[in-house]
């Protein structure tokens, strides 16, 4: 093919692979793009929530995403022989746990995990696996309050959560909903509450939500931006190299006459 003053003859194999590549990468910038709108918009509706009023939570299954980052209030009882020990949680650039207890829901069969606050690790009193000091759940019925989040999101999920140790309390390096439901032979909401009454009096829990709430899942959409001008740099760098290997200026002398 002559282009102007320039011949574009591309082999076959190199073509087609080249092509399938740029299909490939302008795609997942693509995806990227959707992921950071999904996650701009999902932080403008966890903001939205928290200006509605205290919502009674009765156990139906709601939609988590109008849920999330929403006070609300519970009644029924902890199951306090339960309570484990979530490993690798971050606070203001030092290590701890998030102690959680599943609560029973009065008037329904469900249960929902209560994140009950954060605790930190002391390096020097006890190795890392050794279980926190922590305050016993209440045992008896309750009213509590908190605000509706996702998950705790904790590093890769390999093996059991709980590493096959039996007794209660535990240690568990992720949080898995089948996982307790199978083990517990209960009902989960598919979200957690993060617990702000009745108050810590000892302070011995750290409930600082402001910073401890996920504001997504997962990958911030700052990032997917970043993602998205790789794919997109990698197309263009990709589709720049295809043209300057095979694309030559033409030869004009061919086809003169002598």
């Known amino acids: 093919m002559i282009i102007g003053k320039y011949q574009f003859k591309p082999t076959l194999i190199p073509f087609i692979v080249t092509v399938l590549l740029l299909v490939l990468f302008v795609k997942l910038g693509f995806w990227q793009i959707g992921r950071a709108d999904y996650k701009f918009k999902l932080i403008a509706d ?24 929403r006070k609300v209030e519970i009644k029924g009882a902890f199951l306090a022989d339960q309570q ?15 102690i959680i207890t599943p609560f029973k829901i009065d008037n329904s069969k469900k249960h929902i995990l209560v994140v009950q ?11 890392f696996h050794d279980l926190p ?3 016993e759940a209440h045992k008896g019925p309750l009213k509590i ?15 059991e959560p ?9 240690m568990i390096i992720y949080v898995d909903l089948k996982w307790y439901e199978k083990k517990l032979g209960i ?10 009454s009745p108050e810590n009096k000892d302070k011995t829990l750290i409930r600082d939500w402001n910073v401890l709430i996920n504001k997504y899942e997962g990958m911030s959409p700052e990032k997917h931006q970043g993602y998205v001008f790789q794919w997109f740099a990698m197309a263009l760098v990709l589709l720049g190299v295809f043209l300057g290997v095979n694309l030559k200026r033409a030869d004009t002398s061919l086809g003169k006459k002598s």
């Open 46 to 69: 966890r903001d939205n929530n928290t200006k509605l009023p205290l919502m009674l939570l009765n156990g139906s299954t709601l939609d988590k995403r109008k849920l999330l980052s």
């Open 84 to 98: 484990a020990s979530l490993a690798n949680i971050n606070y203001k650039n030092r290590l701890g746990y998030f």
């Open 117 to 127: 606050g954060w605790v930190p690790w002391d390096q020097k009193k006890a190795p």
């Open 133 to 135: 000091n922590i305050p």
């Open 145 to 159: 309050s908190g605000i509706i989040d996702t998950l705790p999101a904790v590093g890769r999920k390999l093996g």
């Open 162 to 170: 709980d590493q096959g140790f039996n007794a209660w309390p535990k």
């Open 187 to 196: 009902e989960l909401l598919p979200y957690v509450v993060k617990q702000i």
